[in-house]
């Protein structure tokens, strides 16, 4: 007598499932069971299919898809727009539908097998149970992979539309029934990446830092290259927010103005380009290039139409890296962009000096003032201005760079500085004390330090 199968989780699901189709009329229990796994098998080939056919949708066709009088391409292109929660929904989908016809197949091959005339073992293993095992793992599975990943996602390579215009409503339909798990499953991806690109990022970066150290003294006098090495390698890892000009220190010319004012504010402020708003600097309309704007004066008088001189700007998000930057600015040629926040408002503008000054250290243009504001009341006393870069007072001071910018966190300037110690509005008078030297606010523009007062201890 054969023994009774021992119970499993799968088993057990299965007897459930056979036992529900055994309710439909006797003459289609046989078959009934053959259909439920070809359905399941049709659906499976039409979730793995999608994946390939809506990620390989290009950024052309899905604009036609988002513009379409066609419900089934706006839906597409709705779905498309979070790309994270659709992978997840696909990647639910095809597990659980992949179980499910596992199971059932599975148990379908044990009933009939066990039903046969099938006596004697091989290594010690009964026949029926070696034939069960071969049935469900080479033959479930190669049917599975065949038509279920294979087969499916090749049509959908050569036909995406077509494929992602079958599935798309079916993939709408689970992300709703599915949406808790989906949302948990796109969380946790964001957070796993952010920490793996992170991590790799920041051991690649400090591996690399290591091996120029090391070279120093191989490279000797030409300790040039070293900080020009550095700063390629670091290049990656800054964002345009870090080395932009800031809104408030934007030089920018209203759209309203006169000829002869931006005339006067060429000449006075001497910049190779100026951005043009129109009522705020948040309304940026162009670029304002000095050159054209000279070569259109005739007889010492400027030209009366100056905004339609105008070139158009290119706009970065803050958070952008400064390679990705520079290659932007590569493709589009230009050396000034407009930087901007999360809402689209300016934050600032980086320009192409800025950036290089990254790599080479800075420079300036001939016409611009070659020394840093600062006063030296003493040996011990020193005024700057807010906006000094840290870097900048490392020269002037004996304090180390590396000292200044570890205890000034995130901030890069005198200012920054401050206001990250203070944590607050600053007020006139504010003092921060570090170890090394005491800073003590001068003077502020509204909320915004301007000078500040630095004392050296012994």
């Not at 910049?271 to 054209?292: F, H």
């Amino acid at each position: 007598m054969d023994s009774d199968p021992e119970l499993s989780p799968s088993f057990f699901a299965g007897d459930i499932i056979l036992n529900l189709l055994a309710s439909a009329p006797y003459d289609y229990y046989g078959i009934f069971p053959i259909v439920v796994c070809c359905v399941l098998l049709f659906i499976s080939a039409l979730v793995s299919g999608s994946e390939v056919a809506l990620f390989s949708i290009k950024p052309t066709d899905l604009d036609a898809l988002n513009e379409s009088s066609h419900k089934t391409d706006r839906l597409i292109a709705t779905l498309l727009k979070k790309p994270r929660e659709l992978l997840s929904t696909i990647l639910i989908s095809n597990s659980l539908i992949n179980v499910l016809l596992v199971i059932l197949a599975s148990r379908l091959i044990q009933s009939q097998i066990q039903q046969m005339p099938i006596s004697g073992e091989s290594w010690g293993i009964p026949n029926h149970d070696l034939i069960e095992f071969a049935l469900i793992t080479l033959g479930v599975t190669s049917l599975l992979v065949l038509l279920g990943e294979v087969t499916p996602k090749s049509l959908a390579h050569q036909r995406n539309l077509a494929f992602a215009r079958a599935s798309c409503r079916f993939l709408a339909a689970a992300r709703v029934l599915f949406w808790p798990l989906v949302v948990v499953l796109s969380k946790s991806g964001i957070w796993l990446e952010k920490r793996m690109v992170s991590d790799s990022a920041s051991i690649n970066l400090d591996e690399i830092e290591r091996a120029i150290e090391l070279s120093k003294d191989s490279i000797g006098e030409h300790q040039s290259d070293v900080s020009m090495l550095k700063g390629i390698v670091n290049l990656g890892a800054l964002s345009v927010k870090n080395t932009m000009t800031p809104r408030l220190d934007v030089v920018g010319l209203d759209w309203t103005l006169t000829s002869q004012e931006v005339l006067d504010t060429l000449l006075k402020h001497k910049y190779s380009r100026l951005p043009v708003y129109e009522g705020s600097p948040d309304q940026i309309k162009g670029i304002l290039y000095a050159k054209d704007f000279f070569a259109k004066m005739k007889d010492q008088k400027p030209p009366a139409e100056w905004q339609s001189l105008l070139q158009r700007a290119l706009f970065l998000p803050e958070n952008q890296r400064i390679d990705d930057a520079l290659r932007s600015m590569q493709r589009e040629r230009k050396h000034m962009v407009i930087v901007i926040d999360e809402y689209g408002g300016t934050e600032g503008l980086v320009t192409l000096q800025d950036i290089l000054e990254e790599v080479f250290g800075e420079f300036r243009d001939d016409v611009e003032n070659s020394s840093i504001a600062f006063q030296r009341i003493d040996e011990k006393n020193y005024v700057f201005e807010a906006k000094t870069t840290l870097s900048d007072v490392a020269k002037i001071v004996p304090l180390e760079e590396s000292y200044l910018l570890e205890i000034g966190g995130g901030a890069d300037t005198l200012g920054g500085l401050v206001l990250e110690d203070l944590g607050e509005i600053p007020q006139r008078g504010d003092e921060v004390i570090k170890e090394a030297f005491k800073l003590r606010i001068l003077s502020l523009d509204r909320y915004r330090i301007k000078r500040v007062h630095l004392t050296l201890f012994d």
